[in-house]
């Protein structure tokens, strides 16, 4: 571990968002919130790739990021030779889900590994959505200390 001004971690596969909290009982019948499995599985994901960068760090202070979704397009985008169909070709980002506010969410991976401070200090955040080849969905999020 070291720490760093900035570093970047691709978080391979198809970018997800953060959900919300689920909410059910506990053992005792108790009201509790709790994390769906598919979000955990994710910053699961996020704290392996960032691990295999090499668990670069931002010791302290204030820091920004830019996280660049490239997700996969539709079927309905292709031709059946391969190329973009007439809906692929008019639709030059990708306009939906996830939401650019809920794959920001997904930062709280780095945080609870500690590879930045704590979220307060994020002065300045950036969502890209792009379409990738196929086969090269993934998430790029790149960090710097301001």
Known sequence: MSARRHFEVVVPGEPRGAGRPRFGKGRDGTPRAYTAKADREYAGLIATAWRMAGQPYIASGAWTCELTAYME?????????????????????????????????????????????????????????????EGEARLVVRVEAA
């Open 73 to 133: 397009r539709p079927r309905d985008h292709y031709r059946a030779d391969g190329t973009l169909s007439p809906r692929g070709n008019r639709s030059e980002h990708p306009a939906r889900k996830p939401d650019a506010d809920n794959i920001l969410k997904v930062i709280d991976a780095l945080v609870a590994v500690a590879a930045v401070p704590d979220d307060r200090f994020l002065i300045d955040a950036r969502v890209v959505k792009r379409w990738a080849d």
